[in-house]
T-cell receptor, first 112, second 116 residues
Framework: KAGVTQTPRYLIKTRGQQVTLSCSPI?????VSWYQQTPGQGLQFLFE???????NKGNFPGRFSGRQFSNSRSEMNVSTLELGDSALYLC???????????FGSGTQLSVL | AQKVTQAQTEISVVEKEDVTLDCVYETRDTTYYLFWYKQPPSGELVFLIRRNSFDEQNEISGRYSWNFQKSTSSFNFTITASQVVDSAVYFC?????????????FGKGTLLTVNP
């Protein structure tokens, strides 16, 4: 069974640009969550989607948004990038009714 | 508010030593889940264990064991006879509420280095 797939693996952007990251969950998993990992703040929850609906949201500005498609694939978007957005963005999926996240390898975003 | 504290930032051991990683959590909920994840240099978080708040039984899986104590709000992780491949950052995490809450609060992590 394929794991959680995130693309691209690495991304370099400049301040002010926007970026879209993609996540394909494990087959059968309908919940997709996103986390930001930085050396200073550690792992922080961004949001969680289930059946195309956002169920939970972390404390991030509105520049961070996401969506989920009918096939459970998810994208997150960051607009007007800032230097502080440089981070590893991790996507996780969970099977129905079971809390136990399975993570992808992440997208390393560098903002210059 | 929920909080997870991993007081040990870095631990260095020699192969075959036993090592315990500490995790202390704070929550007002009576129903919650606790997790441990391993993050090797490749970056992917690897799920190790999930424990719910009603199950205080300790668990052993091969060289890994977990000690859950509600009285001290701790969920410690022990690696017996450590190996170089155990070198990674280990995270403890907490999810409040029932099984429908998929938001995890992570500790800052403990970098474990196992030297040959």
């Amino acid at each position: 069974k394929a794991g959680v797939t995130q693309t691209p693996r690495y991304l370099i952007k400049t301040r002010g640009q926007q970026v879209t990251l993609s996540c394909s969950p494990i087959s059968g998993h309908r919940s997709v969550s996103w986390y930001q990992q930085t050396p200073g703040q550690g792992l922080q929850f961004l949001f969680e989607y289930f059946s195309e609906t956002q169920r939970n949201k972390g404390n991030f500005p509105g520049r961070f948004s996401g969506r989920q498609f009918s096939n459970s694939r998810s994208e997150m978007n960051v607009s007007t990038l800032e230097l502080g957005d440089s981070a590893l963005y991790l996507c996780a999926s969970s099977p129905p009714g079971r809390v136990g996240l399975f993570f992808g390898s992440g997208t390393q975003l560098s903002v210059l | 508010a929920q909080k997870v504290t991993q007081a040990q930032t870095e631990i260095s051991v020699v192969e075959k030593e036993d090592v315990t990683l500490d995790c202390v959590y704070e929550t007002r909920d009576t129903t919650y889940y606790l997790f441990w994840y391993k993050q090797p240099p490749s970056g992917e978080l690897v799920f190790l264990i999930r424990r719910n708040s009603f199950d205080e039984q300790n668990e052993i899986s091969g060289r890994y064991s977990w000690n859950f104590q509600k009285s001290t709000s701790s969920f410690n992780f022990t690696i017996t006879a450590s190996q170089v491949v155990d070198s990674a950052v280990y995270f403890c995490a907490l999810s409040e509420g029932g099984g429908s809450n998929y938001k995890l609060t992570f500790g800052k992590g403990t970098l474990l280095t196992v030297n040959p």
